[in-house]
């Protein structure tokens, strides 16, 4: 091995070691939105499919799982399906999902192609179309796919950056509806 190699091995050993010491859980929490903090209200959505335009104030009693997602996302799509099954499951015990679908691309702000979207990947909850961003900032969020999770009172109190923890987000949904701990998830029921 040449120096030149040495020396670029230990240059990107460094930058990554900078980088989980400044961003060291980037993936799992959310960015500038605190847990336990009175959750944003939808407020600035262009539209609204599969639902009126909703609020958080008409959500009051209700657990909610805010899921932000952009239709050309490889991981929001690996995502839906969980998200599907937590819906598909607690829905009739008082989980409302929304969808916030903020375009990462300009293609994505096309309406007639994200309703084409919601109706392909079967998304029969409410989603909410952010294509200012002004529900994105107001949640301080960075990344796609989020979840945020609020309780009966408006609070947010649990996020996931990104795929996986499936099963721990689903014990969250448990336990804000008053469910004992199951054998069986939501995510099992995919596999």
């Known amino acids: 091995m040449t120096f030149s190699r040495i ?3 230990v240059a990107v050993a460094a930058l990554g070691s900078a980088l989980l010491i400044y961003w060291p859980d980037a993936w799992t929490t959310a960015s500038a939105q605190e847990l336990h903090a009175p959750a944003p209200d939808f407020t600035g959505a262009d539209r ?8 958080l104030n008409g959500l009051h009693g209700k657990v909610v799982l ?3 997602w952009t239709r050309e996302c490889i991981n929001c799509l690996h995502v839906l399906p969980h998200t599907k099954a937590l819906y598909d499951k607690y829905a009739k015990d008082g989980l409302v999902v929304v969808g916030v679908h903020t375009p990462e691309y300009e293609e994505e702000h096309d309406p007639a192609a994200l309703q084409s979207a919601i109706y392909r990947y079967q998304i029969t909850w409410p989603v909410a179309v952010d294509n200012d961003f002004r529900i994105w900032n ?5 990344f796609w796919p989020a979840l945020y999770l609020i309780d009966q009172n408006g609070r947010v109190v649990y996020s996931h950056i990104g795929e996986g923890d499936y099963d721990q987000t689903e014990q969250h949904v448990r336990e804000l509806l008053g469910k004992a701990p199951s054998d069986t998830t ?4 995919l596999e």
């Open 186 to 189: 939501a995510s099992q029921a």
């Open 138 to 142: 107001a949640y301080g969020n960075s």
């Open 7 to 9: 020396a670029i091995a």
């Open 66 to 68: 805010v899921e932000f």
């Open 48 to 55: 609204w499919y599969n639902s009126q335009p909703l609020t």
